[in-house]
T-cell receptor, first 114, second 113 residues
Framework: EAGVTQFPSHSVIEKGQTVTLRCDPISGHDNLYWYRRVMGKEIKFLLH????????ESGMPNNRFLAERTGGTYSTLKVQPAELEDSGVYFC????????????FGPGTRLLVL | GQQLNQSPQSMFIQEGEDVSMNCTSS?????WLWYKQDPGEGPVLLIA?????ELTSNGRLTAQFGITRKDSFLNISASIPSDVGIYFC?????????????FGKGTKLSVKP
């Protein structure tokens, strides 16, 4: 069974540009989560999808971040326009059902905004 | 917001030594998890704890869910070079409807052969 995949693995962009990150969860997993780790800090929750619906987006930093999960399969996270403080590693995780179920993480996308 | 205090921040040990790290919080959690992250990879689940007082082992790893639900520790016995990496504790809130995890800042483990 394929794990959670993320694309791209690395992205280097200039401040003001737009970047779109993609996450493909494990097949059949309804729950999809986005997390971010800024260097030296803890991994922080961004948002949670249940199928195509946003269950919790309380961790989204601001309106420059837009997440979608059309059709309840893969998800995208767009940052527009990117700022320097957006640099970090963006992780996606999926789980089959909520509340205590194991979340399986992808390898992450390393974003550097110059 | 909720915070997990994870310590130590880093450890440098000799191969064969035992390792201990812990997490504490002011909040009650109903689940405690321990993850390991290798360079260039995402966190991989090592041990999941669901009941207060629970003590669970996974090979050379042992973790416990504190009685107060506010803390957890992870022990690694007889460390080997492949134990190198960053270890994260994570919790899910007690009674919450959210599925999101709250992470500690990580413990970076270095093992000298």
């Amino acid at each position: 069974e394929a794990g959670v995949t993320q694309f791209p693995s690395h992205s280097v962009i200039e401040k003001g540009q737009t970047v779109t990150l993609r996450c493909d969860p494990i097949s059949g997993h309804d729950n999809l989560y986005w997390y971010r780790r800024v260097m030296g800090k803890e991994i922080k929750f961004l948002l949670h999808f249940v199928k195509e619906s946003k269950q919790d987006e309380s961790g989204m930093p601001n309106n420059r971040f837009l997440a979608e999960r059309t059709g309840g399969t893969y998800s995208t996270l767009k940052v527009q326009p990117a700022e320097l403080e957006d640099s970090g590693v963006y992780f996606c995780a999926s789980s089959p059902r909520r509340g205590g179920e194991t979340q399986y993480f992808g390898p992450g996308t390393r974003l550097l905004v110059l | 917001g909720q915070q997990l205090n994870q310590s130590p921040q880093s450890m440098f040990i000799q191969e064969g030594e035992d390792v201990s790290m812990n997490c504490t919080s002011s909040s009650i959690f109903n689940t405690w998890l321990w993850y390991k992250q290798d360079p260039g990879e995402g966190p991989v689940l090592l041990i999941a704890l669901y009941k207060a007082g629970e003590l669970t082992s996974n090979g050379r790893l042992t973790a416990q869910f504190g009685i107060t639900r506010k803390d957890s520790f992870l022990n690694i016995s007889a460390s080997i070079p492949s134990d190198v990496g960053i270890y994260f504790c994570a919790g899910q809130l007690y009674g919450g409807s959210q599925g999101n995890l709250i992470f500690g800042k990580g413990t970076k483990l270095s093992v000298k052969p």
